[in-house]
């Protein structure tokens, strides 16, 4: 046994020896191959740090390769960081490193991260540099690093402190909460609001939109054919509080939340005085709820509400109107999704009116009615709507009319309806189709 290990320590070291004879090559017909000749990165906020990106670079020769230096072509001027196998380009140093070594048939990681400086100007800015590998040949080669810096305002955790107009060409960042306090309205007027990380608006005065966006603040890709953009969990979404009244948003889009894309909280019920009233929105692509209303009186006018981990729309009590609304329950990325509609009078619900609307998805049922408490009233109508849920030919009957009873067994249903719902690219238009059987219905 004991000279089998040794013959077997033998062979290692014979083997760390033949590694450390490899030979290294100053021939200048020795090169080295890189797995890309230009990194694109994706657009970048000033001031904010990108994704870290990385590519190999390789020596596939019968030798080994020394570099004399890794370099940035215009050293600290664009923002660029790079890391080359471990070591960092110090930006204090003239931004490279020097004596490197790449084994004969081996590789080596290059990871790229860039913070760009202001660019003072609207649009975003193209942004270049070279890393520069020159060999102990004297060899030159290049990787070209390519970006756009975008100007940005930041945001962080700010309340106002009056009555606030923002009509803003330049994108802001929102960073921790925005808060509007009561007796204070925000109005914001084409402009767009990308948020951090659990970024969110929280609402206690009023909040009034107009053609404005509000999104996550990832600018870049989880893989190669999807923009984080595609991806919900992004923020937090926006939040009306108890003191919080007549909120309008009109062509606002709201979009990738992690929680509720827009809760409105329980408050003592008005019927004469629209809590929220939401005219044209897109709210789409959320890991929780879509629109949550506990007690309100909300008003969803050509509103599309699509794509959430749980109810697209979820109304516990109060009053609500929904008319000529797409609520359609496609949500990619959780089989256990909530349904399209939610109604219930765990709150009384003095009236649920949904007109000329569509309310569709996956599952065979998706409009769900639950009258938790026989003693409150649990009023609601459809009217003129595209419903897909088993028709309704119980004493409640009367509750409906005019209303396409959407099967799972007809020719055109579910995601048929729509010009283009694309799972593996998570890219959906919620247009009509051409056959589809809701014509005339619907936001669009």
Known sequence: MMKRIFYFLLLISALIACED????????SLRLTFET?????????????SSTYSFW????????????????????QTGFRVNVDGAYL??????LVNDLEIRRKDSILVFVELTPADTRQLEPRSLDDDLVFTLESGTVQKVNLRAWAWDAERWENLTLQRDTTISSSRPIIVFGRLTIP???TLTLKNTTLFFHHQARIDVYGTLITDSCLLRGDRLDRMFSYLPYDRVSGQWGGVRFFETSTKNVLIDTEIRNTGDDAILCDSAAFDANTLRLDLL??????????????????????????????GQCVSIEGGQAQIRRCTIAQFYPFDADRGAALLFTNTLPLHALLCDSSIITGYADDVVMGIQTDTTQVFEYRFMHSLLRTPKVETADSVRFS????????DSIQGKRQFRLIDEDNLIYDFHLDSLSTARGLGCY
Request: hydrophobic share 30%; aromatic share 6%.
């Open 182 to 184: 009561q007796n204070v």
């Open 280 to 309: 044209r929105c897109v709210i789409h692509n959320g890991e929780a709820m879509g629109v949550f209303c506990r007690n309100a009186n909300v008003r969803l006018q050509e509103c599309q509400i699509t794509n959430m981990g």
């Open 21 to 28: 004879d490899d030979s290294f090559s100053s021939s200048s």
């Open 90 to 95: 110090d930006n204090s140093n003239g931004s």
């Open 402 to 409: 005019g209303i396409i009873w959407e099967s799972p067994k």
């Open 57 to 76: 670079v390789y020596n596939n020769n019968s030798d080994g390769l020394r570099l004399s230096s890794v370099r940035l072509a215009k050293g600290n």
């Open 37 to 49: 000749d230009t990194l694109q990165m994706d657009t970048v906020f000033s001031r904010s740090a």
